[in-house]
Every structure is written in C-alpha cells, then in structure tokens.
C-alpha cells in the first residue's frame, strides 16, 4: 500500500501541479471569485538524495527563531508553558502600483566579521571524542568546529578555517540584508562536529548560543560564549536606495516547475546571499483566475513573522511577471524524508507536529486558514525545523466563526465538512494536522484509497482505525484532531486547546518557539548552493528568466489588478530599501 501511495502522489504532482478549475468561494461577509478544486501544488523543493553533510565551507539557508536568551543545551530549562504574542498587520500599511518595487528611506546592510575564539572550554563528557590533531596548533586541518550566524530568519554557517578546538579561527566577513528600523538581533550559536569511530557519521554536538541586540551593533568586539571569548565586529551600513529586479540576482539552478513558472536558487549579487526566487506569469494566472490565490500569497507571506513558517524577503514585478524573493530552505520536503524513511517514531512525529501547531496558531491569529497542509508543503531547514511552504490555497479575513465554502485542497486531507459542502472554518487545519500526524507515524493517511471517490466517502463515513501498537496519548490526540463534527473537534476554540493535550506534556511552547529543542534529525546538506534535495529533473536545466512573448503582454487595466503586489510594511519588510 505504501508504494502505491507514493506512485499517486508523484502522478498528482505531474499532472495537477497549479491547475485549477474557477468556481465561487462564498464567506459569511462577502463574495469573491476564486479557483477550487486543487491537486498538489507548487513548492520550493521536489526532493531527491541526500548528500554527505561533512563539508568545510560555509552554509547558507532558512534558519527562524525568536528573540531568547543565551542558552546552553546543558542547561536545565526552568521556564513554563507559555503563550506568544503576535503583533496584527498594521492598518497603516501603504499600497502602492508600480513596475519594479517600493523603496524605503533607509536601506541599510549588516556586515558581521568573525576572527577568533580564544579559551574555548570542551565539556568533559565531549573531550574524548575530539580527535588529537584538532588540538594541535601545527596541523594543517580547520578544527571540527562551526558557527552558525541567523539574522532575520536567515542563517549562515561558517566553518573554521584554521587553530583548534580550544581556539579555532574564522577570519570570515557575512553580509545580510536588513530591515529598515529594525531591532532584530543576531543570533550566534556554536557546534562541536564529532565523528563516530569507524564509521562516516557525524554528531553535531550544540555547545552554547548567544544574541547581539540591534542597539549594539558598530558596538561589539569581544563576546562571552560558551566560556570563550569570540571577537566580532558588526557594522550597518546604508546601500543605495533603489528597487529590485531580476538583474540584481545571479541564477544559480532551477529547483521547481509549475504551470505559472518556476522556482530558481538565486544569490543576490550585493550581499551575496542565497535565496529561491519564485516567477509567475502574470498572464497565465489572468487566464486561469488566479490572481485572487496568487495576491493571497504574498500577502500571507509579508505579514507572517513566525520561526516556522518560510520567509518572504522581497516582492517585485515586471510587466509580464511576478517575483517573489523567499528563503532558500534546501534541506528538503518532509513528504522526501518519509518516503524514503517510513514512519516516523514518536518523538519525531511530536517534534514536527508541535512546530505545526505553532505555525497553524500563527495564522489563525491573522485571521488565515491555510488549507493545504500537507508533507509537500512542509521544508525542513539546515538545522532540522520545519519550515510551512506554499500559500496559495490560504484563505484570508476569516474571523473565528467565520464560514467559506471553497472546495479546495489535496484530497488525502481533506476534511468531511468541505467534503460536505457545509462550509467551514478555521477548525479545518486541525483535521489536516490530524491526518499529517497519522501519516508520520503509520506512514500512510487514516482513509487512504486509491479511488478518490472512495476514499471521499471513507473520509466521511468510516471509522477511524489505529494500528494495535499506537501510543494511548498520540491515539487521543489523533482522536480529538479528527472529530467529524467540526464544533466539537479538538481545537475548535484555539490552538491553545491541542497545546494543553496530554500528549504534548514534556513540551515547553516558549521553548520550542525559540527553537531551543534540538531537532530529532538533521537533513544532509553540503553548502549554500546544494540542490540535492531538489529533483534533478529541474536542477539540470538551464537556469533563465524566460522572455514572454508579446502576445502575453497585459493590458493597462489588467495591469491595475496587480497594484498591490509592490506592497511595503516598512516596519516589518523592507529589506535593503527594496520593496
């Protein structure tokens, strides 16, 4: 059963990919038009192989977290089930039309300079792992130490290039873009990489985390971390104020194909940052009636600032295409990492459906259903979290009792009530996150069929089964997520509710919201550029932004329909001045 379902899913992906027949999506507060039926849409990576991780140059991709404090993994944790607080979108915000993309006042870049730790004490329980050249000054091998710096979501590994374990050195200068006014700090962990004896594997071992506050950075020189003292200088410095287009980017590789355009690995020619550039045809999204999902996307982007959810850097437009500039999360699909896997185990299959919940409870509090929760849609990133991708089927404006009727979505996971035709609500990610939750660990969905149909009419009438084996607490939580009635399915009155289910006990939310739990596993990802995880049936090919032809060039007034694609959330989004 399991190949079979891996054969209907890649066939899904070949023949639905971003195709949709137009319908009516009807709310309780408004009318609008919008597509419906939707098989397995667009996403950043179509996985393939992993690749040896062992590598000595520095790494770039997605890393999200939230402002903590300095931490240990040695540390015992003392804090407390908490909440979060999530800022709205502000009233504020100015739309503007234009071509290339809205600008700010003051475009600035973060410049950090790694030099050296010096004093670096090795745990106890770790020192005799470490082999004896690593502690040799004359050996000419960097030691098997790195940092990972993560600004604004993104993160950049930096190996050593040279010292030791107790003092190795970096001599190294990163740069990122940075947003006007902002007082997101920088991120600075440290990792010890040890290998098993006689065998390949590595172990990355966490030895310490610290933060630069915004307010100190062109302050700092030499930091406390993890006992040693690392020197590092962080400067800010202003860029010229001018909008993006696709010429300030370097076209690296293809790594995804739909029927609107393509995903591309790009690297941006002034920091030189690796991001995934996502193209869109404008007039083929006029023909199909997309502009609605496509505008939805952008908008669900710019406004979501969470650690779990993939970050949009950049918008802008030509007069025959859309660019969305987002992080570039290579450590692949979490669909790849099951199906070459299988079930996950418990602890594994907790850890991706807490970070879920908190991505899904993040959207709920902008008032968005995501609707297409699915393992395709789920990246991981370098350091093992998830990453939610893919938000074109999202529907925006909905208030808690709010109702749509959009039959929309990939039919695994679908919920009775849209099945029904009844309308729903917010409490249809909770069943989708049900239906993941039991893949993980079975492997397969909980009314898998191969006849679309039957399988509609298992999701509606069947009993739900469990394998004799399933824990009694994950078996509950399966059981609350997948209630048919949606009023009384476990989570209707928030995300709080799933959060407080013995299942999620051992889980400290603030804790995993800062992403201070190490991840049960980390992809093998070899450096900024590696596409490994990207199914080679996109990555060799040519990398280009495709001329369209001038039988495809829009109208003015079909133009117009595009005006708020430049939008500009200075206090949260514009990066480098360029909007």
Known sequence: MASSWKLTKKLK????????????????????????????????????????????GSTYSALSSL???????????TNTLTGHTLHAPSEKSKHRHTLSTTTSENPSLLRVKVYEIKHLPIPDKYAKEVPAWALD???????????VLEYDKVQILLHAIGGTVEEPVWDKITTFDVAVDSKTPLSISLYLRLKEPGTSKVNDVGLGSILVSAADFNKQDQLSISGGKLSIKCELH??????????????LKVVGKGSFGKVMQVRKNDTRQIYALKTIRKAHIVSKSEIG???????????????????????????????????????????????????????????????LLCALECLHEYNVIYRDLKPENILLDYTGHIALCDFGLCKLNMGTNDQTKTFCGTPEYLAPELLLGQGYTKA??????????????????????????????????????????????????????????????????????????????????????????????LPLVA????????????????????????ASIL??????????????????LASSGKW
């Open 555 to 572: 109208s003015e007034s079909v133009q117009d329909q595009f005006k708020g694609w430049s939008y500009s959330n200075e206090s949260r």
């Open 428 to 521: 249809v990610d909770w069943w989708t996150l049900g239906v993941l939750f039991y893949e993980m660990l079975t492997g397969l969905p909980p009314f898998f069929d191969q006849d679309i149909n039957t399988m509609y009419h298992k999701i509606v009438k069947d009993p739900l089964l469990f394998p004799a084996d399933m824990d009694r607490e994950a078996k509950s939580l399966i059981t609350g997520l997948l209630e048919r009635d949606p009023s009384k399915r476990l989570g209707v009155n928030g995300a709080a509710e799933i959060k407080a289910h013995p299942f999620f006990n051992q889980i400290d939310w603030k804790f995993l919201l800062n992403k201070k739990y190490a991840a049960p596993f």
């Open 137 to 147: 000054i004359s050996s000419t091998r960097p030691p098997p130490v790195y940092l």
């Open 293 to 355: 999902h496509t505008l939805a996307e952008r908008t669900v982007l710019a406004k979501i600032n969470n650690p779990f959810i993939v970050p949009l850097k950049f918008s802008f437009q030509s007069p025959e295409k859309l660019y969305l500039v987002l992080a570039f999360v290579n450590g692949g699909e979490l669909f790849h990492h099951l199906q070459r896997e299988g079930p996950f185990d418990l602890n594994r299959a907790r850890f991706y459906t807490a970070e």
């Open 13 to 56: 992906e070949t023949n639905f990919l971003r195709g949709h027949a137009p319908s009516t999506d009807e709310t309780n507060h408004g009318n609008e038009k919008s597509p419906t039926r939707s098989g397995v849409r667009d996403t950043l990576v179509a996985a393939a192989r992993p690749v040896d991780k062992n590598n000595e």
């Open 67 to 77: 402002d903590s404090k300095t931490y240990s993994p040695e540390e015992s944790r």
């Open 527 to 550: 450096s900024a550029v590696d596409t490994s995880n990207f199914d080679s049936e996109f990555t060799n090919e040519v990398p280009m932004d495709s001329v369209v032809e001038k």
């Open 238 to 251: 202003n860029t010229k104020n001018q909008p993006l287009s696709i010429d300030d980017f370097t076209l």
